[in-house]
């Protein structure tokens, strides 16, 4: 197998997944919606939380924008290939609590978003089942301290930077992790992050090409098509190749 081969067929594998989490991160915004084909939310099934040692509160905080959603894979549509997956909600635009938490993270103060982020992390570091956690934006920083306080896998798209001291402000433990961190080129809070002192993003970084201004090209819907994109030129590679 060629240098290119294998490199295509590693990507693909991984932007599989990838774009899963892209779309669950994208469905907890409104999770009223149509659940994405494959997954079923089990935010309010009982017996499903306890497996994970989870609760309504990590769903949610009275009175805040904060949300998270937990969703259950189809094993008839991916097999053993997916994994449960918490999903944190990302910044609205026009929420003032979403950028307050924002910018308070950034700088070492207390953030109620952040502090339930970390709970729900230090919970899942005690379970032995399989689950995954992501979100976008704001959701992939809360992602991002889940991960840390866990050791499970994070998914982040455009993901607002973490302060290294965070996990354990809120009384974590940091815990080694695999948090993959996408993020559409020329993206407006990746740009930001680079060029002034807000903290990066946490973990391996996997550009995206995107288009239009850095504003639009910080919406999940560029991530998941950025994904697409990578996924199309890794299947002509390994059909023109293999």
Not at 95 to 109: E, F, K, P, R
Not at 122 to 131: D, G
Not at 156 to 182: C, D, M, R, W
Request: net charge negative; proline share 5%; hydrophobic share 35%.
């Amino acid at each position: 197998m060629s240098g290119r081969v294998r490199a295509a067929a590693e990507r693909l594998a991984r932007n599989n997944v990838a774009v899963e989490k892209a779309r669950l991160s994208d469905h907890v915004y409104e999770p009223s919606g149509p659940v994405p084909e494959g997954w079923a939310n089990r935010s309010g099934d009982r017996e499903f939380l306890d497996r994970y040692g989870l609760d309504a509160m990590d769903f949610a905080i009275k009175g805040s924008n904060f949300r998270a959603q937990l969703y259950e894979p189809d094993a008839a549509v991916f097999g053993a290939d997916m994994n449960p997956t918490l999903a944190f909600k990302g910044t609205e635009m026009t929420s003032l609590a979403d950028w307050s938490n924002n910018v308070n993270q950034s700088v070492n103060i207390a953030s109620e978003y952040y502090k339930r982020a970390v709970r729900s992390g230090t919970k899942l570091r005690e379970i032995t089942e399989r689950i995954d956690i992501t979100g976008h934006s704001l959701g992939g920083g809360l992602c991002s301290a889940a991960s840390l306080a866990s050791g499970k896998d994070c998914w982040s798209f455009n993901a607002a930077g973490l302060h290294p001291k965070t996990v354990e402000h809120y009384g974590g433990q940091v815990t080694p992790s695999n948090i993959n961190a996408y993020h559409v080129n020329g993206d407006i809070l990746t740009v930001a992050q680079t060029w002034t002192p807000l903290p990066g993003a946490a973990g391996t970084p996997y550009p995206l090409h995107g288009s239009g201004s850095p504003l639009s090209r910080h919406f999940i819907t560029q991530a998941i098509d950025g994904i697409e994109q990578q996924k199309a030129e890794d299947i002509t590679v390994l059909e023109t190749l293999s």
